[in-house]
């Protein structure tokens, strides 16, 4: 079942208002997420909130702590940092 938005018109009846298609989004990837591909995982709310608070003290992105973390569990167990 399609739903469709209505919009209250100059006459004071409501019209139904077409569906706009799909966003256009540009089919080139991000030079920055070249050779990366997204590790989600989940987390308690309390840690996001800590790495985000972290990240900020430390002038930096969630990302490059995330990755900081990756290559020290990757040392860790004896593999070699790639993140």
Known sequence: MSR?????GATGVFAAVPKAGP???S???RPDRAGRAPLPFWATTAAKKQLRLLAAEHDTHQQALMTEALNLLFRKYGKPPIA
Request: proline share 0%; net charge positive.
């Open 4 to 8: 469709q938005r209505a919009t209250l």
């Open 27 to 29: 089919t080139a990837a």
């Open 23 to 25: 966003t256009e989004r």
